[in-house]
């Protein structure tokens, strides 16, 4: 099997396969640092966080993941907590960044004698409609050729192999907001996820781990985060989230980004013996981690 892409999609499938017995070669044009070192979507759903137990690379995550039975909206002056654990028959969801499990994805892979070629280029997949593709590509300065049963397309919203598939049909749409997110160095604002509602617009206050945080509010998609202050950034949460009775506690703002939201789906997935799978085949707006969980259940089904 050979994977073109290196994320959630492409090493869950690679990690599923050798427990199935069955050999893949995982490319990415990204080295292993920045693969590992992009601190992306935190939250994990009850049946990514199976997955990744049931399969053997979940005991990192259950020692430093933060288990969350709920949420908090606030709105109309105060703060609501909604329970998930018993309105959904005890399930919950895990806060867990992506990097780190594409961290433990990939040393149980290595661990495991897998083939993970990091840092390619020159990429091209050819014979699709053949019992053997092939996937050319350059690694460490040399042309390689990988000739494989099948051929999965994990290689992102940026892929070059949802292109092999002319017939397809794309749908797509763009929202008319978008989210201006941080990263900043700062204790937990709240024990649980706070979505709120105000007449300046939504906010998300989430976290990624015990000394950095991640929020977000609404702005348009024109925004510049370089008209956006720290000290502007701040006042704006607390001006957001003041009538509730919810705050944030404030540190140093070390990512400033404005996340588009976006919808696209492509039709059909497969083409011969190629497989789209996770942002390639997919993609939607960055609320509540669902591309990540999404690319472990498109490559588990």
Not at 193 to 209: C, D, N, P, Q, W
Not at 217 to 235: A, G, H, K, L, Y
Not at 245 to 257: C, H, L, Q, R
Not at 283 to 292: C, E, R, W
Request: aromatic share 8%.
């Amino acid at each position: 099997m050979g994977i073109v892409g290196a994320g959630p999609a492409g090493l869950m499938l690679s990690h599923l396969l050798h427990l199935r017995g069955v050999e893949s070669v995982v490319i990415d044009v990204q080295t292993r640092d920045a693969i590992e070192q992009t601190i992306k979507a935190g939250i994990l759903e009850q049946g990514t966080v199976d997955l990744m137990r049931q399969t053997g690379v979940g005991d990192r995550m259950m020692r430093d993941g933060f288990v969350h039975h709920g949420i908090n909206l606030a709105f109309e002056g105060g703060i609501h907590r909604i329970n998930l654990t018993e309105l959904s028959g005890g399930r919950s969801v895990m806060v867990y960044a992506q990097h780190e499990v594409l961290k433990d994805l990939i040393a149980k892979r290595l661990d495991d004698g897998g083939d993970v070629r990091f840092g390619v280029s020159d990429t091209a997949v050819d014979g699709i409609e053949t019992e053997h593709p092939t996937i050319r590509f350059t690694h460490e300065g040399r042309p390689e050729t990988l000739e494989c049963d099948y051929v999965i397309g994990a290689d992102g919203s940026r892929t070059m192999c949802r292109y092999l598939i002319p017939e397809r049909q794309d749908f797509f749409r763009q929202y008319p907001f978008a989210w201006f997110g941080i990263l900043a160095e700062a204790p937990p604002s709240s024990d649980e996820l706070i979505y709120a509602h105000s007449e300046r617009g939504f906010v998300l206050v989430s976290t990624r781990s015990p000394s950095v945080q991640r929020l977000y509010f609404q702005c348009d998609p024109e925004t510049n985060v370089d008209d956006w202050s720290d000290d502007r950034i701040w006042s704006e949460f607390s001006a957001r989230l003041g009538p509730s009775g919810a705050s944030v506690k404030e540190g140093n703002i070390f990512k400033k980004d404005v996340l588009q939201f976006r919808s696209f789906v492509a039709e059909p997935m497969q083409r011969g013996r190629l497989f789209l799978a996770g942002d390639a085949a997919h993609t939607v707006p960055p609320t509540g981690a669902k591309g990540l969980n999404l690319a472990a259940a498109d490559v588990q089904v």
